[in-house]
């Protein structure tokens, strides 16, 4: 198996135009979009309309010469990773569930999160630096707790795209990557249905027809999680084992009134339940967080060469961490709630594509504040008001092919945003170009700029993604962040698309980014302002990417290597001197495998290696009286050990007929039962013949090797 995976890890995509819409034949040229509906699963003609958009790397106009089979991952040289759902089901499951998050995690240029840790962290900018979108509703916490789950549905979603460079300027927001999210786009000719059940988590996905224009798609999950936090309880120093839940619930309503317009619902709602108690000494703690996104869609086709879509969104994100011990109680609520629309005209041109539009955005933004009871008989519930601010942006972009194998776009947008007193504003353009060059008809060269803004950051109080962090928008004293960047790369493919590969090279440059210098005593203080503790400083990040990919054949899967760094500067941490940030992460080595012997087997393997992440150690050691006092050593001027392990998984169809699908599968997160740490201890030894004062590193882990079976039923 191991040698499988080796042979098998593979790929990079060359994105031609060629294999920009692998659904069409031959010299077939595509002109409009619709929805699919089930008869239409397998023919050439039809396109899905949310990724109408983001599957183009060529203009619309293009000719296909050669049918090209449909990839598990596709976009990598052209800066958009797609990601077909479907296929990627083979891959290893993590305790028994596919999920959308861990497999975007294994691509190049995103460096590896660890353990209880879900966030994507591309090209050396933090998590808050993406927009996660789905349908295009933001989500401002994907995942649910321990990083196990993102908070996507599988067999709720038809495809995903990331775009980590060449991003388009109907994108804005965000400093880094945008991550779109597109539910079931099939209108359903009859009651289809999923269901899988694991040893952790159940989920189920309906589809029902709804007269002939229209369909339904119900999903839901739930788990079952206490069962494995109770193995831990020994670990917990006498504390009962926390209690954890989740769901997650998913509607989408489609409808095709006529050949030229649809209309698409989306709504999701989840929540995460957890609890930790200790009656010994009367004390508990509990997280709560709960994510709601709906949008609506229009999109209709005004004429051959025109298309209008929009897109109106509602999307809640509340948290609330809470901490007790007797009769004493604080609570830390925060939370963010948007309402926006956005519009645009994409227009086909004689000489180009033309795609201008607007959007807008409106935050009500709840900041982490205190609220304290009977603490030192203290009684302080005075939140600060939340924050409300408007966000919006003006933006065009054009693409044209002047010459054979040569294709340039170009992108401007004007975005602003108004402090949450409105006494300032803060705005700019932010233009995007892109260029590639086709040397054959299987090499291709490619280059991209953008400037971003962002004008609402994530604090992070963790450092490890937790609900524990916090957003605030700009204020009369924190200003928007910016980045500027550059990539550069070669990909190529031969043996007939069989084999494919792709390097690049990337520079970021950002400035306004956040820390957080507060501690809980700050919180507690009653004149706590959070700005007073929000310091801002600039960062730079710069590295390399490699995939190599194996399309066909019964061993397919992929290798991806990236090389980089990222670093901070803040005036007021080391006077200015650069530091390595919380991702930074030298090395990011991932290897994905599929075996197919036989159509009722596939067997996987996923094996990922990254550089320890940065943290701050005790540089010195001293006693003051009977106290230890620890003087730290340079900021993040430490490393966690190395992290490593090996996923492996096989699948089985039991039973196969027109009708109904079952299939078994066995998978081992951490087969090798790395002790991979979840943060170090620091303990102190005082020899008092030598007067004397040692330190060991402790790693605490919260798990090991973790096997699951899971049952799956299609029908």
């Given at each position: 198996m191991a040698a499988a995976a080796l042979i098998a890890c593979c790929t990079v995509l060359y994105e031609t135009s060629s294999d920009a819409r692998p659904d069409l034949r031959a010299g077939e040229k595509y002109i409009s979009s619709g929805y699919r509906t089930a008869a239409d699963k397998g023919k050439t003609t039809v396109m899905n309309t949310d990724t109408t958009a983001v599957m183009e790397e060529e203009m619309d106009t293009s000719y296909i010469t050669a049918a090209v089979e449909e990839k598990t991952i596709s976009g990598v040289m052209s800066g958009d990773l797609k990601l077909n759902m479907e296929k990627i089901s083979a891959l290893p499951r993590m305790l028994g569930n596919v999920d959308l998050i861990k497999t975007i995690q294994l691509m190049p240029g995103i460096q590896i999160s660890g353990e209880l840790n879900s966030g994507i962290y591309i090209r050396g900018a933090d998590a808050g630096h993406n927009h996660v979108l789905f349908d295009g509703a933001p989500v401002y916490n994907a995942s649910h707790l321990m990083g196990f789950f993102s908070v996507f549905n599988s067999n709720h979603i038809s495809s995903s795209t990331l775009h980590k460079s060449n991003i388009p300027s109907e994108f804005g927001g965000r400093l880094s990557g945008i991550l779109e999210v597109s539910p079931r786009n099939e209108i359903p000719e009859k009651v289809t249905g999923n269901i899988d059940a694991g040893i952790l988590s159940s989920q189920a996905t309906i589809g029902i027809p709804v007269g002939n224009k229209s369909g339904l798609y119900l999903s839901g999950r739930v788990s079952y999680f206490n069962y494995m936090l109770k193995s831990i309880e020994k670990m917990m120093n006498g504390a009962d084992a926390p209690h954890y839940f989740f769901d997650d619930f998913n509607l989408t309503w489609l409808m095709a009134p006529d050949s030229d317009n649809r209309i698409r619902i989306n709504a999701y709602y989840g929540t995460d339940r957890m609890d930790f108690s200790q009656e010994t000494y009367q004390a508990g703690a509990g997280l709560r967080w709960r994510n709601s996104a709906i949008s609506g869609t229009w999109e209709s086709r005004i004429s051959d060469n025109a298309t209008m879509h929009h897109n109106i969104f509602f999307s809640l994100f509340d948290n609330r961490i809470s901490v007790s011990m007797g009769k004493a109680d604080m609570q830390l609520p925060s939370g963010i709630t948007d309402i926006g629309y956005k519009g645009n005209v994409e227009v086909h041109l004689p000489a180009g594509k033309l795609k201008a539009g607007i959007d807008y955005n409106r935050h009500r933004v709840k900041v982490q504040y205190p609220q304290i009871t009977n603490l030192y008989n203290i009684y302080d519930s005075s939140a600060p008001e939340p924050y409300r601010n408007d966000e919006f942006g003006i933006f065009a972009d054009y693409s044209i092919s002047p010459a054979r194998g040569l294709t340039l776009k170009a992108?401007?947008?004007?975005?602003?945003?108004?402090?949450?007193?409105?006494?300032?504003?803060?705005?700019?353009?932010?233009?995007?170009?892109?260029?590639?060059?086709?040397?054959?008809?299987?090499?291709?060269?490619?280059?991209?700029?953008?400037?971003?803004?962002?004008?609402?950051?994530?604090?992070?109080?963790?450092?490890?993604?937790?609900?524990?962090?916090?957003?605030?928008?700009?204020?009369?004293?924190?200003?928007?962040?910016?980045?500027?960047?550059?990539?550069?790369?070669?990909?190529?493919?031969?043996?007939?698309?069989?084999?494919?590969?792709?390097?690049?090279?990337?520079?970021?440059?950002?400035?306004?980014?956040?820390?957080?210098?507060?501690?809980?005593?700050?919180?507690?203080?009653?004149?706590?302002?959070?700005?007073?503790?929000?310091?801002?400083?600039?960062?730079?990040?710069?590295?390399?990417?490699?995939?190599?990919?194996?399309?066909?054949?019964?061993?397919?899967?992929?290798?991806?290597?990236?090389?980089?760094?990222?670093?901070?500067?803040?005036?007021?941490?080391?006077?200015?001197?650069?530091?390595?940030?919380?991702?930074?992460?030298?090395?990011?080595?991932?290897?994905?495998?599929?075996?197919?012997?036989?159509?009722?087997?596939?067997?996987?393997?996923?094996?990922?290696?990254?550089?320890?992440?940065?943290?701050?150690?005790?540089?010195?050691?001293?006693?003051?009286?009977?106290?230890?006092?620890?003087?730290?050593?340079?900021?993040?001027?430490?490393?966690?050990?190395?992290?490593?392990?090996?996923?492996?998984?096989?699948?089985?169809?039991?039973?196969?007929?027109?009708?109904?699908?079952?299939?078994?599968?066995?998978?081992?997160?951490?087969?090798?039962?790395?002790?991979?740490?979840?943060?170090?201890?620091?303990?102190?030894?005082?020899?008092?013949?030598?007067?004397?004062?040692?330190?060991?590193?402790?790693?605490?882990?919260?798990?090991?090797?973790?096997?699951?079976?899971?049952?799956?039923?299609?029908?």
């Open positions: 992108g401007l947008r004007y975005s602003g945003s108004f402090s949450e007193t409105g006494k300032r504003f803060y705005g700019g353009f932010e233009p995007r170009a892109n260029i590639a060059y086709d040397l054959t008809g299987n090499m291709r060269l490619q280059a991209s700029y953008s400037l971003q803004r962002q004008y609402i950051g994530q604090v992070s109080v963790s450092g490890m993604g937790l609900p524990t962090d916090f957003w605030i928008p700009v204020t009369d004293r924190i200003g928007p962040q910016t980045s500027n960047s550059v990539s550069a790369g070669f990909s190529h493919s031969f043996g007939q698309s069989m084999f494919e590969y792709s390097m690049e090279l990337y520079y970021r440059q950002m400035d306004g980014l956040m820390e957080f210098d507060g501690e809980l005593f700050d919180m507690m203080n009653q004149k706590y302002t959070v700005e007073d503790h929000i310091i801002t400083g600039k960062g730079r990040s710069y590295g390399a990417e490699f995939i190599f990919k194996k399309n066909k054949g019964k061993v397919t899967g992929w290798l991806s290597y990236t090389v980089g760094r990222s670093e901070r500067m803040f005036a007021d941490i080391m006077d200015g001197k650069p530091f390595p940030s919380k991702n930074d992460r030298l090395h990011s080595l991932a290897m994905a495998a599929v075996w197919s012997p036989h159509w009722r087997w596939s067997i996987s393997g996923v094996f990922i290696y990254a550089t320890g992440t940065p943290f701050t150690m005790p540089g010195a050691l001293y006693m003051v009286g009977e106290n230890i006092i620890h003087e730290y050593g340079p900021y993040n001027g430490a490393r966690m050990p190395d992290y490593h392990r090996l996923d492996l998984s096989a699948n089985c169809i039991l039973h196969k007929s027109k009708r109904l699908e079952g299939s078994l599968n066995l998978s081992v997160y951490n087969v090798y039962a790395r002790q991979n740490p979840l943060y170090l201890d620091i303990a102190v030894k005082y020899d008092e013949e030598s007067n004397n004062i040692g330190v060991n590193l402790i790693g605490r882990f919260l798990y090991s090797i973790l096997p699951s079976v899971g049952y799956s039923l299609k029908f």
